[in-house]
């Protein structure tokens, strides 16, 4: 199950690392696309690219693993974590929760830019 699917990308990669069939969830308008791409690279039944949020979509079976690239600058702003850990429900009983990424390191190095700061102040 391809969490947040975008373009697809990471579905195909699925498939090309060996999975038989994935489930590319995604929200936004951008599922068209993904469907054109499919079809074009003619994965159509390989990939089925189900439109809408996770929460509130279903899938006609169990999956073996979540893909997803959930994050955004500093990790989390893109708020796709909280979809991505609610599609364990997604998961077939007894799999192992492989979600892949499964971890991540940020690295930090403080810095000043005045001009920054004041900009980020005015919109305040």
């Given at each position: 199950?391809?969490?947040?699917?975008?373009?697809?990308?990471?579905?195909?990669?699925?498939?090309q690392a060996g999975a038989k069939k994935v489930y590319a969830v995604e929200a936004s308008n951008i599922a068209r696309h993904c469907e054109q791409l499919v079809r074009h690279n003619k994965m159509a039944g390989r990939i089925i690219v189900v439109s809408g949020k996770?929460?509130?979509?279903?899938?006609?079976?169990?999956?073996d693993v979540l893909i997803s690239e959930p994050m955004g600058y500093m990790l989390l702003?893109?708020?796709?974590?909280?979809?991505?850990?609610?599609?364990?429900?997604f998961l077939r009983?007894?799999?192992?929760?492989?979600?892949?990424?499964?971890?991540?390191?940020?690295?930090?190095?403080?810095?000043?830019?005045?001009?920054?700061?004041?900009?980020?102040q005015n919109k305040a």
């Open positions: 199950l391809d969490v947040g699917a975008g373009s697809g990308i990471l579905s195909f990669f699925a498939i996770v929460e509130e979509i279903e899938i006609p079976e169990p999956v702003n893109e708020r796709m974590l909280e979809s991505y850990v609610h599609a364990r429900k009983p007894g799999a192992v929760p492989c979600m892949y990424p499964a971890t991540s390191n940020l690295y930090i190095a403080p810095f000043n830019d005045e001009a920054l700061y004041m900009e980020q």
